[in-house]
């Protein structure tokens, strides 16, 4: 007779899943044995649950199914918490099997007791406690439901012994859910948006991640409206490239006219975005559309909240819209966007292919071009976002991920790994920072043991560069941001890798394409300038005080020589008005 581990794995089978991020051990050992003997299921060793977490992340980030990781009962849970939080946040479906300590010592304080049922509430949809097998195989199927239908995580605790029981119903088949049906708003919401959009003398645009798949509607709209479109960090792969009417990204990381229009349009309308920085929206003539009715008015005060998805309400509102005629809004905009883009993104990679250490810029101006049409690129939290937003050039094939949304370090490297699995003919580059790359350096290991030939482009800077960034425009001096370079070459090297380090600029490019080029897995390491801070392009009167301030106080401790340097560094990309 099946065990409950078995049928589980069954479960699985049936739901289309064909690999399980984890680390063995015990509690779980039952329901690993059952995938060692189930083909068309792999088991992805990784160094670290949390590694598993992301990669199960990444792979349902971009296929779009479910992914599965895995982790052992105490340790093994925790672990595994980072990468579900990230994969929650990011609302990918991923399922994950935690198993448990012995049924009758829960509650005893036992060897690695943990309550996984409550661990995980807060990074899932779903989080249940599989305590006898009669249980089984419907919860499994209720939580793969949860993870699909819901986006985003479920959690299956289960004790060691439960996996080890024999079954006492039977598997069956059940037709899982294969994702969601189209949202389209209630024909009321439609009229009064049609009525609003006709009435606004100017109307700019801000796309999330929500008009994945509405690119070209979301054109039509701008070209009835004669809108200028700005975007998210995580809206931009889906809507700037093929876009006459991009001015940019709003945020922190932000470029361009995005803000100035958001700021100045007579309306401004959110499409599929929870755009989370509510200081950077206007606060007032504001109209959303969304999926998620708890997304509705969450950043800002709406004039009308509208219940759809992206595509279906602009298929449905265009007929009802006037063609505009008036450009001066649009067109001003997209002047703005462009004298803004001369400002900051050309002036840092203008003159910079000579500059020693390697410029952050230059480098990630290089791999846009060097890299495929259809690349993947995953993303480390840190500056790597800044150059990864600044200088990958998005064309509707290829993707940029990251944790955009949990803002985790180190989930660029185990990114990659779940997405070469999922695409295995794909260019999959890490742009890694080295402080990301560091913190779960292990996964070196995993790479080299599955043979995975992923791209590691590690951003080494010696420094936790987005940190020293925010210290200085918050007033402080940087403390603890800096430390002694470390050749992650070598270590590559060491670990099996394929590894070029890279600390000229004229060997980039080359560098660059030994690595793409190079049959198996391969880490560039670029030594870069730790200097080259980018500075968002609203920086507040009181930012730019701080900054002042942070200079200063880093000249009193006698680091004068430095803090030249990076304020020279700074000011090329300080927009004009600041920069005189
Ligand atoms: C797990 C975790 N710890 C701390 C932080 C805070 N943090 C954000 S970016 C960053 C520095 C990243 O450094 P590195 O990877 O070297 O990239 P850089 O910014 O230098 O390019 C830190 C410490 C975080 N986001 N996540």
Same mark, same amino acid.
């Given at each position: ?54 990669? %199960? ?12 990781? %895995? ?24 399922? =994950? ?5 012995? /049924? ?38 209720? =939580? ?15 004790? +060691? ?43 700019? #645009? ?23 479109? +700005? ?38 309308? #959110?499409? +599929? ?11 007032? !003539? ?26 279906? /309400? ?12 008036? *450009? ?6 997209? *002047? @703005? ?11 840092? $990679?203008?003159?910079?292919? !000579? ?29 790597? &976002? ?58 070196? #290991?995993?790479?080299?043991?599955? *043979? ?8 080494? &800077? ?21 430390? $002694? ?7 590559? @090297? ?15 490019? $080359?560098? #660059? ?18 200097? %080259? ?6 920086? /507040? ?6 900054? $002042? ?26 927009? %004009?008005?600041?920069?005189?």
């Amino acid at each position: 007779m099946a065990t409950v581990g078995e049928q589980l794995v069954q479960v699985l089978r049936q739901a289309g899943v064909t690999r399980v991020y984890g680390v063995v051990g015990d509690s779980l050992n039952p329901f690993v044995d059952a995938i060692r003997r189930t083909p068309e299921i792999k088991w992805i060793h990784v160094r670290n649950e949390e590694a598993g977490a992301f990669a %199960a992340a990444a792979e349902a980030e971009v296929t779009g199914r479910l992914a599965v990781c %895995a982790g052992s009962c105490g340790p093994g849970n925790t672990h595994l918490i980072q990468g579900l939080y990230d994969a929650h946040r990011s609302g990918v479906p991923v399922l =994950a099997i935690a198993s448990h300590i012995p /049924t009758e010592q829960i509650g005893t304080a036992f060897f690695q007791e943990t309550h996984p049922e409550r661990l995980f509430v807060e990074c899932s949809h779903y989080c249940e406690l599989v305590s006898q097998a009669s249980q089984m195989p419907r919860l499994a199927r209720i =939580a793969i439901q949860h993870a699909v239908g819901r986006s985003g995580v479920a959690v299956l605790a289960v004790p +060691g012994d439960v996996l080890h029981r024999p079954t006492e119903h039977p598997t069956g088949e059940s037709a899982p859910v294969k994702g969601r049906g189209t949202l389209v708003p209630a024909d009321d919401q439609v009229r009064e948006l049609a009525e609003r959009l006709n009435s606004a003398r100017s109307v700019a #645009l801000f796309c999330g991640a929500g008009v994945q798949g509405a690119h070209d509607l979301v054109m039509a709209l701008a070209g009835t409206l004669l809108s200028p479109v +700005g975007h998210s960090l995580r809206g931009k792969e889906w809507i700037q490239y093929g876009n006459p009417y991009d001015v940019g990204m709003s945020g922190l990381l932000g470029y361009g006219a995005c803000y100035d229009a958001t700021q100045e349009a007579d309306l401004l309308l #959110l499409l +599929g975005t929870d755009f989370p920085y509510n200081a950077f929206l206007p606060q007032k !003539r504001t109209v959303q559309v969304d999926h998620d009715l708890s997304r509705l008015g969450r950043r800002t005060p709406l004039e009308l909240a509208v219940h759809g998805d992206v595509g279906a /309400t602009i298929r449905a509102v265009l007929p009802l819209l006037k063609q505009k005629s008036d *450009r001066a809004f649009l067109d001003a905009m997209l *002047r @703005r966007h462009t004298r803004a883009l001369e400002h900051v993104v050309d002036a840092y $990679a203008r003159d910079i292919d !000579r500059h020693v250490p390697v410029h952050p810029e230059y480098a990630a101006s290089v791999l846009d071009e060097v890299a495929t049409d259809d690349a993947i690129f995953t993303v480390d939290t840190g500056m790597c &976002n800044v150059w990864a937003a600044r200088y990958i050039t998005p064309n509707g094939r290829r993707r940029v991920i990251g944790s955009f949304l949990h803002g985790t370090m180190a989930n660029a490297l185990p990114h990659a790994i779940g997405a070469k699995l999922a695409y295995p003919d794909r260019q999959v580059i890490s742009m890694s920072g080295d402080g990301g790359l560091g913190m779960l350096l292990g996964e070196l #290991l995993t790479v080299a043991l599955h *043979r995975l030939p992923v791209k590691i482009v590690t951003f080494n &800077n010696s420094s936790l560069g987005m940190v020293k960034l925010e210290m200085l425009v918050t007033g402080l001096p940087d403390f603890e941001t800096d430390h $002694a370079g470390v050749d992650y070459a070598a270590i590559a @090297r060491a670990a099996g890798l394929h590894a070029v380090r890279i600390e000229q600029p004229s060997d980039v490019r $080359a560098g #660059l394409r030994e690595a793409f080029d190079h049959p198996g897995p391969a880490l560039v390491d670029l030594v870069t300038d730790p200097n %080259a801070l980018s500075l968002p392009p609203h920086v /507040t009167i009181s930012q730019m005080t701080g900054f $002042a301030l942070a200079a200063t106080k880093v000249v009193l401790n006698g680091g004068v020589g430095r803090m030249l340097e990076m304020a020279r560094s700074n000011l090329r990309n300080v927009p %004009a008005a600041l920069g005189r």
